[in-house]
């Protein structure tokens, strides 16, 4: 009966602790040693994207069990609970638009700012828990391109006033010649007893002298194939320095001089003179900052027909800008002369020659333009 009391009692002992033998997830305890621990708890849940759950408790272990034959299994642990979902990590916020650049003299794009990237979240440290990816930041929109800023008009170029003549150079004489020299053209009219002209093969400039008693041209300049209207060249512009000596006669004109085609004019710029510039009329322009007084007029004479088109005879055109103040070094904007005639309503003909030119009427004297410069900004 003793033996059936102590059964009895193992019996209800079990029945109090809801089993006997081994546990459900831990190993049975051996005889009278200390019952192995429960089970470890669930994991945690995988965390949602974000930072990580928190890791579940390990069970605690099970009680040590009683001594006996066989020793009474130790209680089941306690379930370890479930570890908190990290919470979805935060996106990034979206970065603000780079400004539009502001146009300079070229543009300078502006540049968006990029946005910045969300910080990752972190998944949950349970024992299965992936980590949670945090939401990327969304890249902020480039800037606008800033437009382009005009390209500014080119100035005036500068002249050197105290520019002297190249050494060197070659020496032309006759009545009526012809020729280039660092790719200007060159020539001499005259019908008096002729005179001369010096040119140079590396340099914009030269020289002239003379001693007659009769009508004397010395010019350097473009001449063009194919005559064109003047607005077909573009800008067309002379650079001149001078110096002069001697006389020149009853009448003198320094500055630039050429014909045009259909109809044929012959027309003149004066700069400067000998015997002092003397402008008439009272149609005026302003040009390069300088007052100039426009004439036009009908000639009677025949000498034209070797300037002008082929077939030509009679007379011509003279068209004519003075300027009210004379000047020995400077800029010419040629075109703007032709553009002012125009304005008036004279008829001008195709362009064929832009030259820098000296002009006397007799006497013995001498020029010359260490800088005597023609340029167009288009063929």
Known sequence: MKRLNVLFAGVATCLAFAGCGSSSVGTTGSGGTTGSGGTT??????????????????????????GGTTGSGGRIGSGGTTGAAGTTGAAGTTGAAGTTGTAGTTGTGGRGTAGTTGTAGRGGAGTTGTAGRGGAGTTGTAGTTGTAGTTG????????????????????????????????????WTNGSGGSITTF????????????????????????????????????????????????????????????????????INEDSYNGLAPRGSVTAVIDGATYYLTTSQTTGTGGANACESGHTGGW???????????????????????????????????????????????????????????????
Request: proline content about 2%.
């Open 153 to 188: 008009t080119g100035g005036a170029v500068a002249v050197d006033c105290s520019a002297t003549l190249p050494s060197g150079g070659t020496v032309h004489t006759g009545t009526n010649i012809n020729g280039t020299a660092d790719g200007f053209n060159y020539g001499i």
């Open 41 to 66: 708890g669930n994991a945690g849940t995988t965390g949602s994207a974000g930072t990580t759950g928190n890791a579940g408790t390990t069970g605690s272990g099970g009680t040590t069990g009683s």
């Open 201 to 268: 093969s590396n340099a914009a400039a030269f020289s002239a002298s003379w001693n007659n008693s009769q009508d004397f041209l010395a010019h350097l300049g473009l001449d063009f194939n194919t005559p064109k209207v003047y607005t077909a060249y573009g800008t067309i512009a002379a650079q001149f320095v001078e110096a002069k000596t001697g006389t020149a006669g009853g009448y003198s004109s320094i500055g630039m001089y050429g014909w045009m085609h259909s109809p044929c004019v012959e027309w003149y």
């Open 317 to 379: 055109t003279n068209m004519t800008s003075t300027r009210a103040s004379a000047h020995q070094c400077g800029n010419i904007t040629v075109s703007d002369h032709f553009a002012a005639w125009a304005k008036q309503g004279w008829s001008l003909g195709s362009l064929s020659s832009v030259h820098i030119n000296v002009e006397v009427g007799g006497g013995a004297g001498s020029i010359s333009f260490p800088i005597a410069n023609v340029t167009t900004t288009s063929k």
